[in-house]
């Protein structure tokens, strides 16, 4: 026989009591159901190390074991987070730092989670919040009312903490998603958002015309930036220019952007080199340099530079669109803007609104803006292609429609593959322009309209693609150039390289246009009167009598000749002239100057491929044998987190590139008799290449060791030390084939930016 003890009391809520029930749904009900997310930080400063704490209050759903959190943010920003290295940069972590008992739950029941599993995914969440850092609840669940900290750099195991990106943005969001019954299906818990501003003045920028027909003034935008390339804000510094007998004072404004106009008078015939300065309140110091030359017959009062590519946050953009098209204009200082919102995002509201804000902002004879989409059909169907809208339709011809606002979960096919987008502008394509586009979904070529597609983009902040275009020739498509910043950065006709996805320069597209109207301006892009560069105001022209680049000229003489008139921002040390099928002729500066004894650049680059992530991350060490390496400088690096390491004869670099080249120039005692020992690893592909590079070896020119790829190389080459020309002229007999042929040039700066024109075509008889 057994005897029962007495229990020793209810060790319960007797729900059965209405007040007790009642009180218990308050305390519970009391919370958001899916909870709120909280940070003590209000501003960021862009590209700065530091420990970024986030505290995730458990709403009144809790969350059930095998549950888990998605914290979220947009995958074109350049921040990046890690969770497997927690002495190193970036590490993120999450833990339970407060077991609730709201509702009032015993001991024994409170949170059971052992551990909060964290793992990083770049595309973990849904465009264009898709960079994610997931949180996995493991072997048991949470509460209403538990605290999760997450710590972004955490810093507590010795790393550094967390490279905020390096662009400025208001409002930079963090989305948080829960799994709160463990189903993997998400709700959306609450935006975040936290202020990245710029950092102090590094330098002074100066963006000029370049090149202005006689009689005509020159428009210069000053502006102070921080390290990153971001503009400065209240930081009211008194500018000084000067260039001969002009001279002109402005202070920049006390509040805003670091940013100011000046305008260099109407001057007669000449090249003119502008001294600007800026000096802040307490002494420091910045100056720069621009060249403005003056020339007596000009298409149009000067030199032209769009950039025709262009996001906002309508779509994956940065900053809402009227503060591109201001940064657009005062910052960037483009004569032309064109935006293009990616179409199956953008809403049709957004689309209405923008194109009024185009016809809002434009002003003939100082800013054009032109409304356009970018058609983001996959490759498979024809690649991305911008539409530019030159007339009043504006009507959208949507590749599909699929944005977070849709109630359906499935995308359903519009005007697609590329074929229905040629058919919605057929009818009149004068209207429009299209441009296939490098970067994103890559454009494939095998289908064209020669009506509609007038120009091809060589250079975006993606990468720069020498290939595309000559791709398009060897197919006999006649179009022209164009380079363009595809900004998501807010920072149109700037597009400073970030440190990952858009790691090159903004470009620019030249245009040769008469005057500054939208009417002048789209004839002159159809037209493909056009040059383009990789972010440097220079000028490159191209033309056979009154026919210039993009020009189409039916074959009546034997015998032409083709002029060149190359203007430079800094100088010059190459060019070459292709046509349909490559290369004719070329010019080496450096060689013409004469190499300098004791100098040899080595020079890195290309891409692993043409797709959309085609970077190639550089791992590389020269030693230097029987000569002593007195200095080593970067050539054409392009943001500070690129390393290049010197200690003895010994060099070391790490950056990555994106079709175009960086590198490193080296000062050698006893030149002659050096052996440069290379070694170059490609991260990605996890390749090495070993190989040497005697001195004797360079007698007849640079050496080129290719990788593969789209144009992997490693070059090694002597150069000079002599000025090199900022202005290049030049003239060559053409005898024309009987059949259809083009010529276009390609140039190079000193400094490693990249120039095209668009070609010159020719018609056979």
Known sequence: M?????????????????????????????????????????????????????????????????????????????????????????????????????????????????????????????????????????????????????????????????????????????????????????????????????????????????????????????????????????APARIEAQAGDWSASISLPENGWAAATLELPPVTVGAYDLAVTATLPGGQRFTETDTVDVVAEFPGERAYFADLHVHSDDTVGTQDSAYNFAYGREIGGLDVLGYTANDFQVTDHAWREVVALCREVSADGSFVCLPGVEWCGNSAVGGDHNVIYLGEDTTLARSLEWHDSMTSRAPTPEHWPITELYDAYAARPQDYLLMPHLGGRRAILDWHHPELERLIEVHSAWGTGSWFLRDAMRRGLRVGVSANSDEHRGRPGGGAPGANIFGGRGGLTGVLAPELTRAAVGTTLRARRTWATTGARAVALLRSGEQWMGDERVRTDDEITVSYALYAEGAWEQLT?????????????????????????????????????????????????????????????????????????????????????????????????????????????????????????????????????????????????????????????????????????????????????????????
């Open 2 to 234: 057994i005897t029962p003890r007495a229990q020793s009391g209810a060790r319960y809520h007797d729900c059965g009591d209405a007040a007790v029930s009642r009180k218990v749904t308050e305390a519970i009900a009391a919370l958001p159901f899916l909870g709120t997310l909280q940070t003590s930080t209000e501003t960021l400063v862009a590209g700065e190390v530091t420990e970024l704490v986030l505290r995730y209050t458990v709403g009144s759903s809790g969350i059930a074991d095998s549950g888990w959190l998605k914290l979220c943010f947009k995958y074109y920003s350049d921040w990046d987070l890690q969770t497997t290295e927690p002495g190193e940069r970036d590490y993120a972590t999450a833990e339970l730092t407060h077991r609730s008992d709201i509702g009032g739950a015993a001991g024994d029941s409170l949170a059971t989670v052992r551990r909060l599993h964290t793992r990083y995914d770049v595309k973990g969440g849904e465009r264009p919040y898709q960079k994610a850092l997931l949180i996995h609840l493991e072997d048991g669940f949470v509460r209403p009312g538990d605290e999760i900290v997450i710590r972004l750099g955490d810093r507590r195991f010795g790393g550094p903490g967390t490279r905020v990106q390096t662009f400025v943005e208001d409002g930079f969001t963090f989305r948080l998603y829960a799994d709160v019954l463990g189903t993997s299906r998400m709700g959306h818990v609450e935006d975040l958002r936290v202020d990245i501003a710029a950092g102090p003045p590094e330098r002074l920028i100066v963006a000029g015309p370049r090149l202005v027909r006689a009689g005509a003034p020159a428009p210069l935008r000053v502006h102070l930036e921080d390290v990153w390339g971001n503009v400065s804000k209240d």
């Open 577 to 765: 002239i292709f046509d349909t099928e490559g290369p004719l002729r070329h010019r080496d500066l450096h060689a013409e100057t004469g190499y300098a004894p004791d100098l040899v650049r080595i020079r890195w680059g290309g891409a692993r491929h043409r797709d959309r992530y085609r970077w190639a991350s550089w791992r590389g060490r020269v030693l230097v044998d029987g000569a002593r390496v007195r200095d080593a400088q970067p050539w054409a690096n392009v943001h500070p987190e690129e390393v290049l390491a010197v200690e003895g004869n010994r060099i070391d670099w790490a950056g990555a590139t994106f079709g175009g080249d960086h590198g490193t120039v080296l000062r050698l005692d006893r030149a002659e008799a050096a052996v440069l020992d290379i070694e170059a690893t490609i991260d990605e592909d996890s390749r090495t290449e070993r190989f040497s590079v005697a001195w004797d070896d360079l007698a007849n020119g640079p050496v080129r060791r290719e990788f593969g790829g789209a144009g992997l190389h490693l070059t090694v080459e002597r150069i000079t030390a002599d000025p090199l020309p900022g202005v290049l002229t030049g003239e060559f007999a053409v005898r024309l084939p009987a059949g259809d042929s083009a010529l276009y040039l390609h140039a190079r700066q000193s400094d490693g930016h990249d120039v095209w024109t668009s070609p010159l075509f020719f018609t056979g008889s």
